[in-house]
């Protein structure tokens, strides 16, 4: 046999839209918890256009879930059974791309018959065919106009009260950005080059921020390892409203900085960029996060002392030497960065909210006495909801009145309690809240 043809019979191409449909088996099983849609696609390491065509299936299907099931479930005689639910997302998956890729309609609809095969349920392929070919005749926007409006905007109910609650004023127009695909941001490396000169670098399609002094826009993204100087540290992803925090905390050059909640280690490396010559540690609970943070700074060719602990337990962390400066960029709902995780909207519960706000405000009790007086902790979420934000800052304030806030809130910011709430803009910064907290200096530090 000659090479070329052995090579074609052996070596078999990855199904793109089958890996999708395993991918989001697991992160929509159906029935229990499903894992984190970041997570599962690092198993899934494929390249090119595949690997982009997947990713785009996997982040559609759950950014628009809603409305696909609620259209796929009108079509259906009877409910799919549980054990079907790999059918299911196949056709999601398939109504996704009809309805948002540029993918020939034609080649959509042929191929997820073919794809029910493979699935082993060749019962489904004239399902799947009947269901996709009346799917292109219409727009979504038809499919789902009766339906109520937080089903077309692919949000929880529980979620879209809340916002409609928290924000009156803005809530659809918060879902309607989070159903965007979101900007592919830069920070630049200070220690390394001029904001301006790798603007020059990136060349089309990159614009400077307009909030974060090293942030950059590049439309369309590029993988990591195109961007130049990527391998040696000079660019790092980041959006640029999490660029805020780290950029607002103030310190000494050479001060004893905390970054408590730090992996993957984004803010750290952006603090070892800005304060070079300080005395920084990162502190994260989970051993195995903190590998991911090392790896972060290697690439930027630096390193910090790493810390094993609970925030809100330091004595089992802390040498009791106090800090200049204490970034506190804590767990949360992530409601703000839902273009960027929409999983997350399905996984987190109502009853979620509580349990995180309970351990972000014992997170403030207990790191605030490591701050020396005069010092600064910037309290920071990429949440959109207020009792974790601005409700949680002001009880603190009520709670410590040696702390003052002195976040900046420039022309155009939404008034809250306390502190700086951004929101998700169509083409700009995720979702991000962040309040700059001053230890009064007449404070005594507590033992
Ligand atoms: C929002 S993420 C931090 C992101 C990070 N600052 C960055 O910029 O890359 C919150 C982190 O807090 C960690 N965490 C959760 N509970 C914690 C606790 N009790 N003490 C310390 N870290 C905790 C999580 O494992 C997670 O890595």
């Known amino acids: 046999m000659p090479l070329s043809m052995n090579l ?11 890996s999708a449909v395993r991918a989001l088996n697991r992160v929509l099983p159906g029935k229990g918890d ?31 879930l809603r409305p696909l099931n609620h259209w796929l479930n009108q079509q259906l005689s009877k409910p799919l059974k549980g054990s079907a639910q790999p059918v299911r997302l196949a056709l999601l998956a398939g109504l996704y791309e009809l309805w948002f890729s540029n993918r020939p309609a034609h080649a959509i609809v042929n191929a997820y018959p ?10 489904a392929a004239g399902l799947s065919n009947a269901v996709l070919r009346k799917a292109s005749q219409i727009t979504l926007e038809q499919a789902v106009a009766d339906a109520p409006i937080n089903i077309q905007l692919s949000l929880p109910d529980w979620l879209f009260k809340r916002w409609e609650k928290d924000w009156p004023n803005n809530a659809d127009a918060m879902a309607r950005a989070n159903l965007q695909t979101p900007p592919f941001t830069l920070r ?7 904001r301006a000169d790798a603007i020059a670098a990136l060349g089309e399609g990159a614009r400077a921020g307009y909030i974060a002094p ?8 590029r993988p990591v390892l195109q961007l130049p ?9 980041q959006d640029e409203a999490a660029q805020l925090p780290a950029e607002l905390l103030q310190a000494p050059a050479k001060g004893r900085i905390l970054d408590a909640c730090a992996a993957p280690g984004g803010k750290t490396g952006q603090l070892r960029e800005k304060f070079p010559a300080a005395d920084l540690s990162a502190l994260e ?13 290697a690439r930027l060719g630096t390193d910090v002392t790493l810390l094993q602990g609970d925030a809100s337990d330091p004595k089992t962390w802390w040498d009791g030497t106090p800090f200049d400066a204490i970034l506190l960029d804590a767990p949360c709902s992530a409601t703000g960065i839902l273009r960027r995780q929409p999983d997350v909207k399905w996984h987190r519960k109502a009853s979620d909210i509580g349990v995180l706000v309970d351990l972000q405000a014992r997170m403030l009790d207990a790191l605030w006495p490591l701050l020396k007086p005069g ?8 949440s959109v909801l207020r009792d974790e934000n601005d409700h949680q800052v002001r009880n603190f304030l009520q709670r410590q009145p040696q702390a003052r806030d002195v976040t900046p809130r420039p022309e155009g910011a939404t008034m809250v309690d306390a502190g700086w709430q951004l929101f998700p803009e169509q083409h700009g910064p995720d979702g991000f809240y962040l309040a700059c907290l001053r230890k009064e200096s007449g404070a005594q530090l507590s033992s």
Request: proline share 5%; glycine share 10%; with cysteine.
């Open 229 to 237: 100087g990527f391998e040696q540290g000079a660019l790092s992803v």
């Open 375 to 382: 010092g600064m902790l910037v309290y920071a979420t990429c």
């Open 34 to 64: 499903g894992e984190s849609l970041r997570e599962v696609l690092r198993d899934f390491p494929l390249q090119g256009s595949d690997g982009g065509q997947m990713r785009d299936i996997c982040f559609g299907v759950c950014r628009h």
């Open 214 to 221: 090293y942030s950059i826009y590049l439309q369309p993204a």
């Open 188 to 194: 630049v490396n200070r220690q390394q080059q001029q």
């Open 114 to 123: 073919q794809l029910c095969r493979k699935l082993k349920a060749p019962w």
């Open 285 to 297: 609970l989970e051993g195995k996060r903190l590998a991911r943070i090392r790896e972060n700074l």
């Open 8 to 18: 074609v019979t052996t070596v078999a191409t990855p199904d793109p839209r089958l």
